[in-house]
């Protein structure tokens, strides 16, 4: 087992599964600083995308996590993004989840 998900484990007090694991670190690939980082120091394609590499992805801090309120409010806020039968059809339900999530992105980044 690594690292985060032993630091999960004992955050949480409890085993944890691989979706709540992949969730939270699918928080901070799909962060605004995983996009900085993305298009800061690489260069796009032709067509103007950007790869993901392993090396890209290497660059992307993954904190293990310390407060068990903070993980499952980050965990919470993915599965209420990533439900397509949500009730986030209005576009400012999502963006607004979508800053919530930022915010505890943010603060375990600084």
Request: net charge positive; proline share 6%.
């Amino acid at each position: 087992m690594g690292r985060i998900p032993k630091a999960m484990e004992k955050t949480l007090g409890s085993n944890v599964s691989k979706r709540d694991l992949l969730r939270y670190c699918l928080a901070f690939l799909n962060s605004s600083y995983a996009q900085d980082r993305l298009i800061t120091g690489h260069r796009p394609t032709p067509k103007g995308s950007y790869t993901i590499t392993e090396e890209y992805l290497k660059e992307i801090p993954i904190p293990a996590p310390t407060n068990k309120s903070t993980v499952k409010a980050i965990i919470g806020l993915v599965e209420k993004l990533e439900d397509p039968e949500s009730a986030l059809k209005d576009l400012k339900d999502r963006q607004a989840l979508e800053n919530k999530l930022e915010t505890r992105i943010q603060e375990l980044l600084n």
